[in-house]
């Protein structure tokens, strides 16, 4: 365990010294310059889309960041031939590949939360307002998106141990796309399909490929509803994570297989 966090540590220092921070002030900047174009809107126009506004700059800048900070991390050790140095110690393989992706998630997390905050002192800043009524939300779905990002990391850290950085980049953006607009479809399909070979077509497709909208709350957050949380809500988050566990654990355990058959 002592290794998995030392190189977790290493790779969380290198994340921050790679001036990514800056994107998050960009983030901030942009936010202040745009918001005051909506003050045409009414006042409970204007916080909806202030709501989904931010909660759209969180998801795009946070997914970027993961596959960003994850298709590189192999592939650099190798290059850099740092990779030998490491496994002549009493490093094992996969302790290695875990503390690469658990300093990965921890650099996300930091970097999601700070942009939160920097998103969130905007927000009050433009709204003129504390009110958790309205903060809440965004809160809440930044939760969400930690655990949803942290398994997008987990399915480019899964195709880092096989194909290139670029390939990974362009395959890994196509999962997030699929698990995020069509696997919901797919399940759709599966359920109204009347012949059994679709219905078994779309299961295969909808369990093979993670449902990321399952993980995503933004789209009741802006709304009335979503300025309450309740228990059915608390439910819905808390059977999330255990998604997002379940299979970033899976993507973990054949990235190990994989990396362990894998000629460095």
């Not at 921890?106 to 942009?115: F, V, Y």
């Not at 930044?142 to 399915?155: N, R, Y």
């Not at 679709?198 to 993670?210: D, F, W």
Request: net charge positive; hydrophobic share 55%.
């Amino acid at each position: 365990m002592s290794q998995i966090l030392a190189i977790a540590s290493t790779t969380l220092g290198e994340a921050i010294r790679r001036r990514v921070l800056l994107i998050i002030l960009m983030v901030g900047l942009a936010f202040l310059i745009i918001s005051p174009s909506l003050n045409q809107l009414t006042p409970r126009g204007e916080r909806m889309v202030l709501i989904q506004m931010t909660l759209g700059i969180l998801k795009i800048t946070s997914a970027i960041l993961a596959v960003t900070l994850t298709v590189y991390l192999l592939p650099n050790e190798v290059e850099r031939r740092t990779i030998y140095t490491i496994l002549s110690k009493p490093v094992q393989r996969y302790q290695f590949l875990l503390g690469k992706f658990f300093g990965s998630v921890g650099a996300l997390t930091l970097m999601i939360g700070m942009m939160t905050l920097v998103l969130l002192v905007a927000f009050v800043i433009q709204q003129q307002t504390f009110d958790m009524k309205d903060l809440g939300p965004i809160i809440r779905s930044s939760i969400m998106l930690v655990f949803q990002m942290s398994l997008l990391a987990a399915v480019a850290m899964f195709f880092s141990t096989f194909v290139t950085p670029v390939v990974n980049f362009f395959l890994t953006g196509l999962v997030f796309v699929f698990g995020t607009l069509l696997n919901p479809l797919f399940e759709a399909l599966g359920e109204r399909g009347n012949q059994p070979a679709m219905q078994v077509i779309t299961k295969i497709a909808h369990y093979a490929v993670p449902n990321f909208s399952t993980l995503d709350i933004s789209t009741n957050a802006a709304s009335e509803a979503g300025t309450r949380i309740g228990g059915s809500e608390l439910v819905y988050m808390t059977q999330g994570m255990l998604y997002a566990l379940a299979y970033i654990g899976i993507l973990l355990i054949l990235s190990v297989l994989v990396f362990d058959r894998k000629e460095v």
